[in-house]
């Protein structure tokens, strides 16, 4: 666990995909930060396209990959499949504490705050429960080692 936590730790966003029936795959980058249970945290509008997709189908992946120092060479990153969902209210209050250790100004102005809090901007927290994973951290597991695993709650 300790690589993905560090690969989770070395980047800002993630690209995560959803899908909807009428318009197919979609994917969109996002701000995010994980939590230690593996619950990645990110703020969207509701109206967006990745935003409704969840609403009608939450199973979602996502990926996390740090540059390599050499083009093809010390590759490693994180593909994360599991369920996305409007964050509920009794959730706010960690996902905010969450997404400041990452980003020490998130929801700085106390009116944000608040709005953040009782949800009534038209951005909102999500969270993503990660179920399942690969990692592929060549630097420590060797090249292209893909270590898949379920992950447990």
Same mark, same amino acid.
């Given at each position: 666990?300790?690589? #993905?936590?560090?690969?989770?730790?070395?980047?800002?966003?993630?690209?995560?995909?959803?899908?909807? $029936?009428?318009?197919?795959?979609? #994917?969109?980058? %996002? =701000?995010?930060? !994980?939590?230690?249970?593996?619950?990645?945290?990110? /703020?969207?509008?509701?109206?967006?396209?990745?935003?409704?997709?969840?609403?009608?189908?939450?199973?979602?992946?996502?990926? *996390? =990959?740090?540059?390599?120092?050499?083009?093809?060479?010390?590759?490693?990153?994180?593909? /994360?499949?599991?369920?996305?969902?409007? +964050?509920?209210?009794?959730?706010? !209050?960690? +996902? *905010?504490?969450?997404?400041?250790?990452? =980003?020490?100004?998130?929801?700085?102005? $106390?009116? *944000?705050?608040?709005?953040?809090?009782? +949800?009534?901007?038209?951005? $909102?927290? @999500?969270?993503?429960? #990660?179920?399942?994973?690969?990692?592929?951290?060549?630097?420590?597991?060797?090249?292209? /080692? @893909?270590?898949? %695993?379920?992950? +447990?709650?």
């Amino acid at each position: 666990m300790i690589s #993905v936590r560090q690969i989770l730790a070395g980047r800002d966003l993630m690209s995560m995909a959803t899908y909807s $029936t009428d318009l197919g795959p979609h #994917v969109n980058s %996002a =701000f995010f930060a !994980a939590d230690d249970d593996l619950i990645m945290w990110f /703020v969207s509008e509701r109206t967006t396209r990745h935003s409704l997709n969840i609403a009608a189908e939450p199973r979602v992946s996502a990926s *996390v =990959f740090l540059d390599p120092p050499t083009y093809g060479e010390g590759l490693c990153g994180i593909q /994360v499949w599991g369920t996305a969902r409007e +964050a509920r209210q009794d959730e706010r !209050a960690h +996902a *905010v504490a969450v997404l400041r250790l990452r =980003f020490p100004s998130f929801a700085a102005d $106390t009116k *944000v705050l608040e709005g953040f809090l009782n +949800a009534s901007l038209p951005s $909102t927290f @999500y969270r993503l429960e #990660v179920s399942e994973l690969t990692v592929l951290d060549e630097p420590r597991f060797g090249r292209r /080692v @893909y270590v898949r %695993a379920a992950v +447990a709650r």
